[in-house]
């Protein structure tokens, strides 16, 4: 019996078209733009000019506030520009464009750390400025996550590897192809927080990744960590979810999982800790996985933060349609929460897992019905909320009866969109709800 | 990049939608109706048609004078009126089946606001109506499998609108191939004490409701659905549990008064209305906890309705109350939200 949670859903997982493709580095091009806000948190503040020369790895801007974190350039190169520029969100926000230096080997000489040497706050501050976030798509800086307060503990540290959104392989090809890395990260973590235990959460299809990690975990046994074969669901990736599939305990509403002792981490992030302090490159590329019915060649890329999405496409092979008119949509992350792009002329940022290009076929068009009840969302969500009366609540602009409805419980997984047969826009009325409601209570 | 869509995700989405569950739903029906047709001929195909067309004659009148949109496409009206034609007698007259056809749509789902909004199963409103308005002619029960089914129509079925039907009491005694009592197995063991074979109930060669007779065929055609995830089978599940052990308790205390719990699964309505009218979802619980409580009830009303009450059928009211109960049943079993210690029972919390 695998482990898992209570709920959820079973979406096709479309991960054989890129999980046997080993990770390829992607070559450099001639523009990057580095948005300002990558991150959750304030906006970072350039440190750069126009026209300055940066090297690869340099720092171009500082955290804003204590939520918030540096930024590298990915390339050696000129600044050609500090402004305004589209971010996948969808705003135009403040970024730093670099034009690649083309004379330039883009080398990065090896810096490690002796992180051994290191206080909890010193930890914390080397996170913040290598411009760490977490890499599963969320971006919440990772000196933030870490920081344990005094009066906190953190018992259990759980890793992480279930990459729960069909087509993206990232975590997966981490995980196989980085297993050193994943270990010397939990070494790491393990010295500044002292769990009781480490675990390594990870799905069941990705059966590869699980023996490569349990060698490298036999080969460390004083770090004793403990990997987990969990049963392929979605959201089983949830920080919620993944405590109740391994723990088999509840976080308690409106609490953080930390107040119960637990931190969850995404696994890429802690390969790319290690990498950090083992190499001293800051975070300035990541595992990306290209994918969907209209990629002529799906795979999984080491691409520099900021490369154009138009770039990646290409080194694809590009859209299989001559023209991408034939995409239905395009995607930033996974098709259960990612963020459909409308130009291809946004950078890949740090919390970017995936770049789909999704047929019609993927994205059929639906008819919207009346609710019938048929429960299936209250059986599919893993919060166990009712969205059917929520979903009548929102439809009758009720946002603040909603919130008795445990609105605020709603992680926005998706899923009872998911399964509902009459096609109502479930999670996506209650991020509106959650907005109007947040409009409110500043009003 | 015109036909670029920039939506929010979700961007896949996993279920059948309405429209494909209840053509599935339909599909589902047909060889219920195939069967029907087998057994009564002529009248069993007219009865359908007419059922049908009914339907969908009042959806599409309402929905006009309305201003609503088509709603024909999501064959909810169809259903309706393969459903209420295979509860009613082969012989019933088919000018009260299109009154009971009009009075499903119109009543039961039009008058709520449509599909999604009826409290009760359509097709049941529409035959309850019928059994108050009709009582002779929906109790008036014809043989099986007569000669003659597929060239002349059972005596009653041609009534001319308003007029009193035909005795078919005579011609059940020429047509019937051995002595028919005209009864079905259900008034045979009220009325009688006669019991049927179980046998017999599977295969439906009894008398009956036109599509109620076969319980066999109707497990395999609600079995379909339930495979292709269109069905929730914790509702039928839960209904034939809730009857069977009713009356196994009662055929406990007295084996000789109240007959085996077998019969009572396979005989009358009860399978077909636990397959195909019960676990209509939008008059049952939307909850998890809900659906069972929803079963066990209908399945129990079935029983004591069938055993003390002045008729020999009981599902028809079992699941139309059962229909009424179910928002007090869904205010009684909200799920507890995760995180949340105490669960809310009638939207007050408790611990």
């Not at chain 1, 493709?21 to 304030?42: C, K, N, T």
Request: hydrophobic share 45%; aromatic share 10%.
């Amino acid at each position: 019996m695998l482990l898992t949670f209570t709920n959820g859903v079973h979406p096709q997982e479309f991960k054989s078209w890129t999980n046997n493709s080993p990770v390829e580095r992607l070559p450099f091009f001639a523009d990057y733009v580095i948005p300002l806000s990558q991150h959750i948190g304030a906006p970072s503040k350039s440190l750069v000019r126009k026209g300055q020369y940066v090297a690869r790895g340099e720092k171009i801007a500082e955290p804003g506030a204590y939520v918030s974190v540096a930024y590298h350039s990915p390339v050696d190169g000129v600044v050609s520009a500090v402004e305004l520029a589209e971010h996948p969100g969808g705003k135009m926000v403040p970024s730093i464009k670099i034009k690649a230096d083309p004379f330039s080997s883009q080398r990065l000489e090896k810096k490690p750390i002796d992180w051994k040497s290191l206080t909890k706050k010193e930890f914390a501050d080397h996170l913040q400025n290598s411009g760490m976030v977490g890499l599963g798509g969320a971006a919440f800086p990772s000196h933030v996550k870490f920081a344990v307060p005094d009066d906190k503990k953190c018992d259990y540290l759980i890793i992480n590897g279930c990459e729960c959104e069909p087509f993206l392989t990232a975590d997966h090809r981490v995980m196989a192809e980085y297993p050193l890395e994943v270990m010397r990260g939990i070494e790491m973590l393990q010295y500044f927080l002292t769990p009781k235990k480490t675990f390594i959460g990870i799905e069941a299809n990705k059966k590869d990744a699980i023996n490569i990690l349990q060698l490298e975990a036999n080969k460390h046994p004083e770090l004793a960590v403990e990997i987990v074969s969990l049963e392929v669901k979605y959201p089983q990736g949830a920080e919620k979810m993944l405590i109740s599939a391994i723990l088999t305990n509840e976080v308690p509403s409106g609490t953080i999982p930390l107040d119960g002792g637990y931190l969850v981490s995404n696994v890429g992030t802690v390969a790319a800790i290690a990498e950090y302090f083992d190499s001293g490159k800051p975070l300035i590329e990541r595992v990306v996985t290209v994918s969907g019915s209209n990629i002529k060649r799906p795979a999984n890329l080491l691409v520099p933060i900021g490369t154009s999405m138009q770039e990646l496409l290409n080194a694809c092979g590009g859209f299989k349609s001559s023209d991408f008119g034939d995409s239905a949509r395009i995607l930033l992350g996974g098709p259960m929460m990612g963020m459909a792009q409308k130009s291809l002329d946004v950078p890949v940022v740090k919390g970017t897992s995936g770049v789909l290009a999704l047929g019609v076929l993927e994205v059929p068009g639906r008819n919207t019905f009346q609710c019938i009840r048929c429960g299936r969302c209250l059986e599919a969500c893993p919060m166990f909320l009712n969205p059917s009366t929520l979903g009548l609540l929102a439809k009758k602009g009720l946002y603040e009866e909603m919130l008795e409805e445990n609105l605020m419980d709603c992680m926005e997984c998706a899923s009872c969109s998911y399964v509902c047969p009459s096609g109502i826009p479930l999670v996506q009325s209650f991020r509106v709800a959650k907005a109007v409601n947040r409009e409110r209570k500043v009003a | 990049m015109e036909t670029v869509e920039v939506r929010t995700s979700p961007h896949v989405h996993g279920a059948p939608s309405v429209a494909t569950i209840m053509r599935n739903v339909v599909y589902a029906l047909l060889p219920i109706c195939i069967f029907a047709t087998y057994q009564f001929g002529l009248s069993a195909v007219a009865l359908i048609i007419v059922t049908t067309l009914a339907c969908i004659f009042t959806e599409s009148f309402f929905n006009r004078i309305s201003g609503t949109s088509d709603s024909l496409g999501d064959f909810s009206a169809v259903i309706t009126g393969v459903l209420l034609a295979l509860t009613l007698p082969p012989g019933f007259p088919l000018w009260m089946a299109a009154v009971a056809g009009f009075i499903a749509i119109a009543l039961g789902k039009k008058l709520f606001g449509g599909l999604g909004f009826n409290v009760f199963n359509p097709a049941l409103v529409g035959r309850a109506f019928v059994q108050a308005a009709f009582p002779v002619a929906i109790t008036t029960w014809t043989p099986s499998l007569t000669a003659a089914r597929f060239t002349e129509f059972i005596p009653s079925t041609l009534t001319f609108p308003f007029a009193v039907p035909a005795a078919v009491d005579q011609w059940n005694a020429q047509v019937a191939v051995d002595a028919f009592s005209g009864a079905t197995p259900l008034a045979l063991s009220k009325f009688e004490n006669i019991p049927t074979d179980t046998f017999l109930l599977l295969f439906g060669t009894t008398a009956g409701s036109a599509g109620e007779t076969s319980a066999l065929l109707i497990l395999l055609c609600g079995l379909y659905l339930i495979f292709r995830n269109m069905l929730d089978w914790r509702i039928p599940a839960a209904v034939l549990l809730g009857a069977f052990l009713t009356e196994e308790a009662f055929h406990l205390f007295d084996s000789a008064r109240f007959p085996d719990p077998w019969f009572m699964l396979f005989s009358g309505g009860l399978m077909l209305g636990a397959m195909f009218m019960a676990s209509d979802m939008v008059g049952s619980p939307v909850t998890p906890v809900g659906v069972w409580i929803f079963g066990l009830l209908i399945g129990f009303l079935t029983i004591i309705i069938r055993l003390f009450g002045g008729l020999n059928e009981g599902i028809m009211y079992a699941i139309l109350l059962g229909n009424a109960a179910s928002p007090l049943i869904d205010a009684a079993t909200q799920p507890r939200v995760y995180g949340v210690t105490e669960a809310k029972i009638f939207g007050k919390k408790v611990d």
